[in-house]
């Protein structure tokens, strides 16, 4: 009874650490809590009265609360019945699978980093590559409905537009992106997450996938969550703004009532964006891709450490805007309500919706010069001819002389032309690219 019992060093820390554990989590974990929610309360107060258009609780939601919401929405039990029958698979599997669905879509949203971090870093970011510049503003898309939900619809030029929109318009709103399967590694998945973006299989003909994720667009839209889309789908890999698929704005359009708009419940508002670049970063990846027919393309690591040390050195060598300039054109707004209203259907929502968006696509030095060296006329007839179609044009101050010279030095610096300035021949495909939004405008060539 008056033995000596040794227990291991480990156990007698475990033992006195269990009581330490329990007292943080019962008596100074609400509290740290507590503090730190009230600043997040603060933070989001303030932020919400600078923003025009608030964050919407929904977006506030915790995540794993939202991940629930989805789970047992009506439509997707549905789902999940349908799915466990096709495949006589019990319900319950059918449900877990239900539940990683639901779990690799739904984002966690956070304020402090979207607005405390992220906004910084995609200006900081935008300023080291570009000048940037806005095309032009509609006047109608200050008039929206407060209580619209706004959906930003672009053209996809480059995995800088997430930065440079997200940038552009963080003093008015917070974004939720659409992003590809591209960014679901970790950590960039967290932080995309945490900016409120949510991730998309495109291509997956999954029925119960596809349902989860279409309950999710529908929910967080009929909530007011502004979003942002790329109907094309894709990066463009010829230079040309593309054809809408139907896939998210399908499901926006099935879950929408217009009998509910009128009964005080919200409108969708779609903006058309135009984004346009003097330097797309990927650009021979995409014209690569273009030539092999294929759209599976991957940046050789090694290459892309290699072209950010190079950004970084002439960085610290006090160069800026090195890519010479980005900018976005916001083209007219687009009621759902008022598009279904004259009996338009979702087929003429993309049409409508993706030439506006080529519509406000700024002109900029760099795809001038490109098209006129392509169409074999002056840069200045090219830019009488844009301006007589009503093209956005952003071109450096003093024309189109300046415009033909930062254009060439942009062109000869990626080695498209030489010294002389005449087209390098093996680049002709990257000329064509660069010259592919202008001559879209003017109605040139075929559509792509």
Not at 118 to 141: D, E, I
Not at 173 to 195: D, F, H, K, N
Not at 391 to 418: K, S, T, Y
Request: proline share 4%; hydrophobic share 50%.
């Amino acid at each position: 009874m008056f033995q000596t019992v040794e227990i291991p060093v480990w156990l007698v820390v475990v033992l006195f650490a269990l009581p330490g554990v329990a007292a943080l989590d019962r008596i100074i974990g609400p509290g740290v809590r507590w503090f730190f929610r009230r600043r997040m309360e603060r933070l989001l107060a303030r932020v919400n009265n600078r923003l025009e258009r608030k964050i919407e609780p929904f977006k506030l939601m915790r995540r794993q609360d939202m991940v629930v919401r989805l789970l047992y929405d009506p439509a997707v039990l549905e789902a999940v019945a349908e799915h466990a029958a096709e495949n006589g698979v019990p319900g319950e599997v059918a449900l877990e699978e239900a539940r990683d669905y639901a779990r690799e879509i739904v984002p966690g949203f956070s304020a402090l980093f979207y607005f405390g971090f992220a906004t910084r870093a995609a200006r900081a970011l935008s300023a080291v590559f570009f000048r940037v510049r806005v095309g032009v503003v509609s006047g109608a898309a200050r008039q929206i409905d407060p209580r619209a939900t706004v959906i930003f619809v672009m053209n996809h030029r480059s995995n800088m537009d997430y930065i440079l929109v997200t940038w552009l318009v963080s003093g008015r709103t917070a974004i939720s992106y659409a992003v590809g399967e591209w960014a679901r590694v970790w950590p960039l998945s967290r932080l995309i997450r945490a900016m409120g973006a949510y991730f998309i299989r495109r291509g997956s003909h999954n029925a119960l996938y596809r349902r989860v994720l279409s309950r999710y667009v529908q929910m967080t839209t009929a909530e007011g969550t502004t979003q942002a889309v790329f109907p094309e789908g894709g990066l463009s890999l010829t230079g040309r703004v593309g054809a809408a698929r139907m896939g998210l704005l399908s499901y926006i359009w099935a879950g929408f009532d217009a009998a509910a708009v009128e009964r005080g419940g919200r409108d969708v508002v779609f903006v058309p964006v135009g984004l346009a670049y003097d330097r797309v970063l990927e650009d021979a990846l995409l014209v690569r891709a273009a030539r092999e027919g294929g759209r599976r393309f991957r940046a050789p690591i090694l290459r892309v450490m290699w072209e950010a040390l190079r950004i970084a050195l002439k960085r610290a060598g006090g160069r800026r805007f090195l890519f010479g300039t980005a900018a976005a054109g916001f083209g007219a707004p687009v009621s759902l309500r008022d598009h279904q209203a004259a009996g338009g259907d979702l087929e003429g929502l993309g049409l409508r919706l993706m030439g506006e968006v080529e519509r406000v696509v700024p002109v900029l030095a760099v795809p001038l010069v490109a098209a006129s060296r392509v169409m074999g006329v002056s840069v200045a007839d090219l830019v009488v001819r844009l301006e007589a179609v009503g093209a956005v044009m952003r071109l450096p101050p003093a024309g189109a002389v300046q415009a033909e010279a930062e254009g060439l030095a942009m062109l000869r610096l990626r080695g498209v032309v030489d010294a002389q300035g005449a087209v390098v021949p093996e680049m002709q495909d990257l000329l064509a690219f660069y010259a592919a939004p202008v001559q879209q405008r003017l109605g040139v060539g075929v559509a792509g």
